[in-house]
């Protein structure tokens, strides 16, 4: 009897549910799809609480990740992977390439500026992986610190000075992108020599941007390299920073300090765009901008005046985007002129990233006014506001230009003439004949501030991140020099005059001048 009784059972659980299926499915399909549904009901509530939880738990999740990338615009989620941010179709198929638009700090918004400072912070809380050291190039490209300490080797071969910096640029760009999961973040860059009159004063010191220049007095330290007491940033982007660990509150690597220089001596900006369109080699133009690139350095002061120090301050990286835009109008200049790019050496490997300079150098995208990198294989176009006139592409970019809202018919007649003289049909001569300057350029000053600062890498600090001879440190004071000379010669092609009024102070031209290209 118990064994008929186990063999109905399991007939009635196996057998008869089968039977009863086949007979259904060929004359009730109906009741055969609501007995399925309602299994499947059972089914679910067999899980019970659990299986809800477990569901609650993964939408929870799905929502944070959500929350951390904007990737729902048809744009893959910035990852750092070769597929960062590029635009895609539904089946996540690459279509084209990033756009990065970099803006001047004067163009950005404040919720612009503070999507770029939110990002940094970020990237800076990240720890460093290598015990004992605050700052290490292994982490590179995962925190702040390790791209302060990974700029000394971009100086290590002078050739490698600007596609290195490019690529450095770009890789930090990528990773405010991916820590923040917003694709479109991306590194602000300041132009000084569009007011060499009023770097000291200007927009970039405020608290909603790179901090005040002066600091706090109530916040100081000493800086042991300059023997002298400098004030820390307490505002801005880099706000109370800390540059290590197990640091005593006076010691000024416990803070981002500035020390700015009162006298400051900028060039005009006529005067870069004409040693810009200067028909030479990359390698020559690229000397003569590590020559002048110094007087940033040395009148902010601080972090900033020591090069193993400078990428300490945040605002050095816009800096190295106003170098960055200087490479991307020569490029485009060239381009326009159906020039090619005249680098002798960019078949050479760039030291540590190991690959020929020329794929950091990049391609002119006219169309977009943006250079693509990298040049075999590329996955971005970085754009700047001024490749824009740079390209003739008025109206048909969106890319953002610098002009400012002026209140008086004075600055706004100078902010159209530093618009006009970006277009490439503007040319070296067109530039000397017509624009008058304003701000003279002392050499004296000029070669003290390159010179201290490329010497700064023979210092104790220096020698701390790489093995330079004095032969290296001795080159770039050489190329100072030269540079120094070449500057003050084209200087003395443009005609002089006073300023009148403040936007002439300010801007280093005169504003009644005529320029038509």
Known sequence: LTEAMLVFQFLLVNA????????????CPDQLAALQVTASQQNQAHHGKAHREKSH??????????????????RHPPDGSDKHCRPQDASGRVLGLQRRIRKEVHTLSDAEFQSFAKAANLLKEVESKCSGKALCAEDYPNTWDSFRAFNMRCHNDEEDFLVCHRRMLYD???????????????????NPYREPGNALDSKVWNSSRFGALWGVEEKYCYDSAEDAWTDCVTDGVGADWKQGTDIHSYDCSACLNRAPELHANLLPFPVLLAATKKDRTLEDFQSWVRGIVADVHFMVGGDMAHLPEATTDPVSFAHLGMVDLLLSLRQVYRSNAGKDQLCTTCSKPTAFYNVPRSEWLGKVDAANSCIQVPASSP???????????????????????????????????????????????????????????TQRYNST????????????????MGRNF??????????????????VNETMKLVSFFRHAEPVGSPETKYGIKCDATLQC
């Open 16 to 27: 008869f549910p089968v039977l009863l299926a086949s007979l259904v499915n060929e004359s």
């Open 57 to 74: 738990h993964k939408t929870v999740h799905n929502k944070k990740t959500a929350g951390r990338s904007r990737s729902t615009d048809g």
């Open 172 to 190: 930090l760009e990528t990773s405010l992108q991916k820590i923040s999961g917003d694709c479109d973040v991306t590194l602000p860059y300041w």
């Open 379 to 437: 996955r971005a176009c970085i754009g700047y506001g001024d490749l824009v006139q740079a390209a003739g592409n008025q109206g048909k970019a969106s890319l953002l230009g610098e002009a400012e809202s002026e209140e008086s018919s004075a600055g706004a007649k100078c902010s159209k003439m530093l618009t006009t003289m970006k277009s490439s049909s503007c040319g070296v001569k067109d530039l000397l004949h017509n624009v008058v300057l």
């Open 445 to 460: 000053s000029a070669y003290a501030a390159c010179r201290t600062y490329w010497s700064s890498m023979d210092s104790e």
């Open 466 to 483: 790489m093995q330079w001879s004095k032969y290296t440190a001795t080159k770039r004071i050489e190329s100072c020099k030269a540079a």
